[in-house]
């Protein structure tokens, strides 16, 4: 019968010590995760795009990834291919805030100018009368107002 080993004391379990004293499991033995077995996919996917397999072999090494259950498994069928290139970083399109910078405005105002249109159609239904086109005299101070921002932007407080 064997005693249990004293408190404290370390019980080797297949782990290699680190210099700093913690503990990392070997790799070739440890199982691999679902994760580990889609990223050497897609590495092989790259190596095969790349030309660096044919389809006989990436058939052969996809299905083995597949089918493998410690990570040295995994290891073994990327080891002949070179590590993958650093992807560039995705560059969103950065908007241009000079040239949108009026849109909402002017949505506001054609906004505004369907209403009052609408306004002036219902008065002219109604009277059964054409009238002048008074919505024009807001929309046209409004218009003017907003052209003028654009032309002449306001970089601050005034002198």
Same mark, same amino acid.
């Given at each position: 019968?064997?005693l %249990? %080993? $004293?408190? =404290?004391?370390? /019980?080797?379990?297949?782990?290699? +010590?680190?210099?700093?004293?913690?503990?990392?499991?070997?790799r070739?033995? +440890?199982?691999?995760?679902?994760?580990?077995?889609?990223?050497? /996919?897609?590495?092989? +996917? +790259?190596?095969?795009?790349?030309?660096r397999?044919?389809?006989?072999?990436?058939?052969?090494?996809?299905?083995?990834?597949?089918?493998?259950?410690?990570?040295?498994?995994?290891?073994?069928?990327?080891?002949?291919? %070179?590590a993958? *290139? *650093?992807? $560039?970083?995705?560059?969103?399109?950065?908007?241009?805030?000079?040239?949108?910078?009026?849109?909402?405005?002017?949505?506001?105002?054609?906004?505004?100018?369907?209403?009052?249109?609408?306004?002036? =159609?219902?008065?002219?239904?109604?009277?059964?009368?054409? /009238? $002048?086109?008074?919505?024009?005299?807001?929309?046209?101070?409004?218009?003017?107002?907003?052209?003028?921002?654009?032309?002449?932007?306001?970089?601050?407080? $005034?002198?």
């Amino acid at each position: 019968m064997t005693l %249990p %080993p $004293p408190r =404290g004391a370390r /019980v080797s379990c297949g782990h290699r +010590t680190r210099p700093g004293g913690w503990e990392v499991e070997d790799r070739q033995r +440890t199982r691999a995760s679902d994760d580990e077995r889609e990223q050497i /996919v897609e590495r092989l +996917t +790259t190596a095969f795009v790349e030309g660096r397999l044919d389809l006989v072999e990436y058939e052969r090494r996809v299905e083995s990834a597949l089918r493998a259950v410690l990570v040295g498994e995994l290891d073994r069928l990327i080891a002949d291919l %070179p590590a993958p *290139a *650093a992807r $560039p970083p995705l560059v969103t399109p950065v908007r241009d805030e000079s040239r949108w910078e009026h849109a909402d405005e002017w949505r506001w105002w054609l906004g505004i100018a369907v209403v009052l249109t609408g306004v002036w =159609g219902g008065a002219v239904l109604i009277g059964g009368e054409l /009238v $002048p086109y008074w919505p024009l005299v807001p929309l046209g101070i409004w218009a003017a107002v907003l052209l003028a921002s654009m032309v002449w932007p306001d970089e601050g407080e $005034p002198l």
